[in-house]
């Protein structure tokens, strides 16, 4: 797949892939509504773990075709909003709190940070959107904090997201015999996508509007 060099890339390529799994999505809820109920039982179980793994593999394809899309335009850490500032040293932080760092060491980072503004983003940081196959929504909140959106966006879907999808995901992917009522399809469904649209149409509205510039 091509770069996103530009905002009509960007939000084609997000497009796409998120397009791609609403279709997966709808084609399992039909078989689900035409199948016996021997098969929707095991259909609908299927429906959980195809739902929570979309919505995490599509979070973290957006976060990183967005945060890709700035680094392509390579301005200076002072054109950009702060976070991306923050977001640079943060993978340098997180290793000098596990290791048995010096004085000196640590010194020499608070001189970077000083002295590093005139830097230009130009490279992602692949760690820095670590969905941690565990995509809950402290998980979530951090990957928004890192790209600059607001994560009590979606905190009304923090149960939708933490106990219907990630609970439920990791007891079928741990082999116990957990059922999904046939009541519950629309609201797997329709969730799982409507999570999808709004993050995607976040990370969308901050390339349209060049919010990831400084103010």
């Known amino acids: 797949m091509t770069k996103p060099y530009s905002e009509t890339d960007f939000s084609t390529q997000i497009t796409e892939d998120r397009n791609w799994r609403i279709k997966e999505i709808s084609d399992l809820k039909s ?58 040293f943060l993978p340098r932080l997180a290793a000098l709190s596990s290791s048995r760092s010096s004085i000196a060491e640590r010194c020499a980072l608070v001189d970077e940070i000083l002295n590093s503004s005139d830097r230009r983003f130009s490279r992602v940081n ?9 995509l809950n929504s402290e998980v979530l909140a951090d990957i928004c904090l890192v790209c600059g959106i607001q ?7 923090s149960t939708f997201v933490d106990v219907i999808l990630l609970k439920r995901r990791n007891s079928i992917a741990h082999g116990e015999d957990t059922l999904i009522d046939m009541s519950e399809l629309e609201e797997i469904t329709t969730g799982t996508i409507a999570l999808m649209r709004g993050f995607g149409d976040a990370l969308e509205n901050r390339v349209v509007l060049k919010g990831y510039k400084a103010a």
């Open 151 to 157: 994560a009590e966006e979606f905190s009304d879907r």
């Open 126 to 134: 692949e760690d820095l959107v670590n969905t941690k196959a565990n």
């Open 31 to 88: 078989a689900i509504k035409t199948g016996d109920e021997a098969l929707r039982r095991v259909l609908l179980r299927a429906l959980v773990a195809i739902c929570y793994a979309h919505w995490e593999g599509y979070v973290r394809f957006t976060a990183r075709k967005y945060l890709e899309h700035v680094a392509l335009r390579k301005y200076q850490y002072a054109e950009l909003d702060a976070q991306f500032f923050r977001n640079y």
